[in-house]
């Protein structure tokens, strides 16, 4: 089993790992980094991989060329696990800018269980962006372009992190401002992405308890 992943410690290092499982331990190797690939990834938030194993997609904040927040998508080779970049997609410029610039600040990423969207989380815009997903099996496979937008100052203010349910019905957000702290949920349409508020859970409140504070993540039963 290979898994890819990534992490901070000075500059970024994108690394694929051999999982050997023997005993119950589980054992990690290094076998190749993303090198040049890597360029625009200052300050890498979160990566996700499609359901198929065959892209990895990582966002990043701001920094050096990609000022404005950048989606980064890679192919991934099923044997290796290396890493390939396909496509670069910032905030500049593109359909989806409408007024705050969707990807700086990005904090989270999620691809829908069935592949037809990837979601991303960005605190800056107090927004969830919403973009489709290549699904064939040509030169743009796993590719993204702009699907739409949620913006939200009060349930996705300073959102920290977006995830999609196993039966790709629902999508929750995480934000942590100041005394605002919450978890918000909202309903998929399986064909357009688009997004419907349902319902918001806050900090301090009594449906949220005192147990709501700085959420960072979300995950879903898979039942």
Same mark, same amino acid.
């Given at each position: 089993?290979?898994?890819?992943?990534?992490?901070v410690?000075?500059?970024?290092l994108?690394?694929?790992?051999? @999982?050997?499982?023997s005993?119950? $331990?589980?054992a990690?190797t290094?076998?190749?980094n993303?090198?040049?690939?890597?360029?625009g990834?200052?300050?890498?938030? $979160?990566? $996700?991989?499609?359901?198929?194993?065959?892209?990895?997609?990582?966002?990043?904040p701001?920094?050096?060329?990609q000022g404005?927040g950048?989606?980064?998508?890679?192919?991934?080779?099923?044997?290796?696990?290396?890493?390939?970049?396909?496509?670069?997609?910032?905030?500049?410029?593109?359909?989806?800018?409408?007024?705050?610039?969707p990807l700086k600040?990005a904090?989270? %990423?999620?691809?829908?269980?069935?592949?037809?969207?990837?979601? %991303?989380?960005?605190?800056?815009?107090?927004?969830i962006?919403?973009?489709?997903?290549?699904?064939?099996?040509g030169?743009?496979s796993?590719e @993204?372009?702009c $699907?739409?937008?949620?913006?939200?100052?009060?349930?996705?203010?300073k959102?920290?992190? @977006?995830?999609?349910?196993?039966?790709?019905?629902?999508v929750y957000?995480t934000?942590?401002?100041?005394?605002?702290?919450?978890?918000?949920?909202?309903?998929?349409?399986t064909?357009?992405?688009?997004?419907?508020?349902?319902?918001?859970v806050r900090?301090?409140?009594?449906?949220?308890?005192?147990?709501?504070?700085?959420?960072?993540?979300? @995950?879903?039963?898979?039942d």
């Amino acid at each position: 089993m290979r898994v890819s992943f990534g992490w901070v410690a000075g500059c970024l290092l994108f690394t694929s790992l051999t @999982v050997a499982v023997s005993a119950g $331990a589980v054992a990690l190797t290094p076998v190749v980094n993303c090198g040049a690939d890597c360029t625009g990834l200052s300050s890498p938030q $979160a990566v $996700a991989a499609s359901a198929d194993g065959k892209h990895v997609y990582i966002v990043n904040p701001s920094g050096g060329s990609q000022g404005n927040g950048s989606l980064k998508v890679y192919s991934r080779n099923a044997t290796s696990g290396a890493l390939t970049l396909k496509q670069s997609f910032s905030s500049a410029g593109n359909p989806c800018q409408q007024g705050a610039r969707p990807l700086k600040g990005a904090t989270g %990423v999620a691809v829908s269980p069935d592949g037809k969207h990837v979601y %991303v989380s960005a605190e800056w815009s107090s927004s969830i962006l919403i973009l489709s997903r290549d699904t064939s099996n040509g030169a743009n496979s796993g590719e @993204v372009s702009c $699907a739409g937008r949620v913006v939200d100052a009060t349930n996705l203010r300073k959102a920290s992190s @977006v995830s999609v349910s196993p039966d790709n019905l629902t999508v929750y957000g995480t934000a942590t401002s100041g005394k605002q702290d919450r978890v918000t949920t909202y309903s998929r349409n399986t064909t357009t992405g688009a997004l419907t508020f349902v319902q918001s859970v806050r900090d301090n409140t009594t449906a949220g308890g005192n147990s709501l504070g700085t959420p960072s993540s979300t @995950v879903t039963s898979p039942d």
